[in-house]
């Protein structure tokens, strides 16, 4: 039934994404977040459903008659420089099969990135993309933090199998990012019942958070609740929700959870702290002996036979910041690092041009959500290597478009409502001197 319900979603909706591309970006957001194949029991499991999507949105795209323009700001030429610098990387890498691999697997990612920019082309279509995103992660969170409640804590909340967030560390990255973006919909969101429903999802998908045992998740869920108080417009409620969590939490975590998490402390002592550590001397070590760093999925045996502190603790590199030193060498980091900036100052930018104007406020609020959504990507992403995810790039997408549509000519909603108004007024007072 599973694959069944996946196949109708999909081609039942292909026409449609071949009329309207946005659509198809749609779909691939929804297969590529929510993954529902990896869900499936049968056929559908390994069937290529994003290449097919992808074929249907390129085709659309091409026949399309709107127009097909790609915003270039700062953020968008200097994401184009990255993939030119990743082309660079992999050519010279020190596992070229490897890294060739990996590669065409993030550019297809940042290609639909950047068609996601030529496509969604309103504030409308913008919203409908955080909608799926929400939808289809938030269902992870959803889900685990009911698993996490019902079942004490005592297991791990995890991701699909064979996606970018199947362990455990992952899923708690995914959920802190995820729950900001709610808040931006719950923000936004004028029927009472859908108000609730968001507000439980939040307070779920931090429960999942805890519930994956990630030590990593949760100083990055610490991290994007504070900045999520700092920035939400009603601190009593989400000060109110923020302490709901850590009261369920407290009350239903067992014992081992505690005793792990006090191993932050203590991390000298944990065989996996170190062999994290040994990584990132070993990726730093690279990076200061080849210019292009040794290109991606470059943490194999022999790399550390040749650059680690400790040959023989082979150890995955757990963090965004030395995955990117270690596979893109130290140009590559300071690209990537300053992509996050710039995304970072156009979200003040956003922030302080439509905080005070009622028909852009909405772009303030996303703005604001999308800045808390780093800061728990930063923060977890700094023992996690998931500095290629999707979602980041899309954070990136959705401040450009935001960027653009409010210096765009067209006339807010609000604008527009008020020009009727004071059209429809003054044609009532000449109606009335005429009288």
């Given at each position: 039934?599973?694959?069944l319900?996946v196949?109708?979603?999909v ?33 559908a499991?390994?069937?290529?459903w ?14 399309s ?6 915003p ?7 994401l ?6 990743m ?37 409308e ?12 992660l938030?269902?992870y ?10 079942k ?30 709610l ?17 439980a ?19 990055g ?26 009261i ?17 402390k ?21 990076a200061?002996?080849r210019?292009?760093?040794?290109g991606?999925?470059?943490f ?35 690209i ?6 710039m ?42 290597g ?22 765009s000519?067209?006339p ?10 004071t ?13």
């Amino acid at each position: 039934m599973r694959d069944l319900f996946v196949a109708i979603v999909v081609f039942g909706l292909l026409p449609m994404a071949l009329r309207h591309p946005y659509v198809g970006i749609y779909l691939w957001a929804w297969i590529g977040y929510h993954n529902p194949h990896r869900l499936a029991f049968g056929w559908a499991r390994n069937f290529p459903w994003a290449m097919i999507i992808a074929l249907a949105t390129f085709t659309g795209l091409l026949f399309s008659k709107e127009p097909k323009r790609i915003p270039w700001t700062r953020e968008t030429v200097l994401l184009l420089i990255f993939v030119l610098w990743m082309c660079v990387t992999t050519f010279y890498a020190l596992y070229p099969a490897l890294a060739w691999d990996n590669f065409v697997k993030v550019f297809k990612i940042l290609l639909m990135t950047f068609v996601t920019l030529m496509v969604i082309t309103n504030r409308e279509r913008l919203n409908g993309l955080i909608w799926v995103i929400c939808i289809s992660l938030g269902f992870y969170g959803i889900k685990g933090g009911i698993f996490t409640i019902t079942k004490g804590g005592v297991h791990h909340v995890q991701g699909p199998d064979g996606t970018f967030f199947g362990g455990n560390n992952e899923m708690a990255l995914v959920l802190a990012m995820i729950i900001p973006l709610l808040a931006y919909l719950r923000l936004q969101e004028k029927r009472r019942w859908l108000q609730l429903g968001l507000g439980a999802a939040m307070m779920l998908s931090a429960i999942a958070a805890i519930g994956s045992q990630s030590r990593g998740g949760l100083l990055g869920l610490a991290s994007m609740g504070l900045f999520l108080w700092f920035k939400s417009r009603n601190k009593f409620m989400t000060a109110l929700m923020i302490g709901s969590s850590v009261i369920i939490i407290a009350s239903i975590m067992p014992q081992a959870w505690f005793d792990r998490m006090n191993t932050i402390k203590t991390y000298e002592q944990d065989q996996s702290s170190m062999g994290r550590i040994n990584a990132w001397w070993t990726a730093f070590n690279v990076a200061k002996s080849r210019i292009t760093g040794g290109g991606m999925d470059m943490f194999q045996p022999g790399t550390f036979d040749r650059y680690a502190p400790d040959p023989d603790n082979v150890h995955d590199v757990h963090s965004i910041y030395f995955e990117q030193i270690g596979e893109q060498g130290f140009i590559g980091f300071a690209i990537f690092i300053t992509l996050g900036l710039m995304t970072w100052m156009r979200c003040n930018q956003i922030m302080r041009l439509c905080k005070k104007d009622p028909g852009r406020k909405w772009a303030a609020d996303l703005a604001a959500m999308i800045q808390v959504s780093m800061i728990g990507y930063a923060s977890a992403g700094a023992f996690l290597g998931m500095s290629y995810f999707d979602l980041y790039y899309h954070l990136i997408a959705i401040t450009v478009l935001t960027w653009t549509f409010i210096n765009s000519k067209q006339p807010s909603a609000a604008s527009l409502k008020n020009k009727a108004r004071t059209v429809k007024l003054s044609f009532s007072r000449k109606n009335s001197s005429r009288g």
